[in-house]
T-cell receptor, first 115, second 113 residues
């Protein structure tokens, strides 16, 4: 499978615990995005990377959230001290990053439930 | 980025064409129109995009008005598997590099037998 891969697909955690999600983009895609989606809403932009550099962060990305892409390939999104409001689908997407009109490809997402 | 306006929901009979409208009246000259769809519990799927010319691919056609203030996504022969939320997105082009995808609430298309 050469699409965007996200792991785990589902995560249930207790409030206050830390969680980490992983995203493996399509090979050679140098741009990687993270989105969050709650029920009934469209995906909300969180942050994106160009290679290993994190170029933009949404104000939705509170200080409990951190994203990394250490070698410009896979990325991790960590949420510390989870809260019930963090329950959502976390989506990752990748794109070639260059050229004015290339599309982004999304993974299947990680569904987080904080109890 | 410019915002888009879409109807919250639409119905379409199976086998008929589904025409999904989108208004983007504040679009600027270097912004592209993208369409994605999201089937329940899956990640968004790219459908088509365009700048000012009409576009067609194996999934759909995109008709952009001459003033670029609105567009229509056409699914020529809708099937039950086309039931999904369809997002119209205007995406900035920063000197050759594309901006982020900013999603609205989209249109929930229900294809009925």
């Amino acid at each position: 499978d050469t699409g965007v891969s996200q792991n785990p697909r589902h995560k249930i955690t207790k409030r206050g615990q830390n969680v980490t999600f992983r995203c493996d983009p399509i090979s050679e895609h140098n741009r990687l995005y993270w989105y969050r989606q709650t029920l009934g809403q469209g995906p909300e932009f969180l942050t994106y990377f160009q290679n290993e550099a994190q170029l933009e962060k949404s104000r939705l990305l509170s200080d409990r959230f951190s994203a990394e892409r250490p070698k410009g390939s896979f990325s991790t999104l960590e949420i510390q001290r989870t809260e019930q409001g963090d329950s959502a689908m976390y989506l990752c997407a990748s794109s070639p990053g260059t050229g004015p009109n290339t599309e982004a490809f999304f993974g299947q997402g990680t569904r987080l439930t904080v109890v | 980025d410019a915002k888009t306006t879409q109807p919250p929901s639409m119905d379409c009979a199976e086998g008929r064409a589904a025409n999904l409208p989108c208004n983007h009246s504040t679009i600027s000259g270097n912004e592209y129109v993208y369409w994605y769809r999201q089937i329940h519990s899956q990640g968004p799927q790219y459908i088509i995009h365009g700048l000012k010319n009409n576009e067609t691919n194996e999934m759909a056609s995109l008709i952009i008005t001459e003033d670029r203030k609105s567009s229509t996504l056409i699914l020529p022969h809708a099937t039950l598997r086309d039931t999904a939320v369809y997002y119209c997105i205007v995406r900035m082009n920063y000197g050759g590099s594309q901006g982020n995808l900013i999603f609205g609430k989209g249109t929930k298309l229900s294809v009925k037998p």
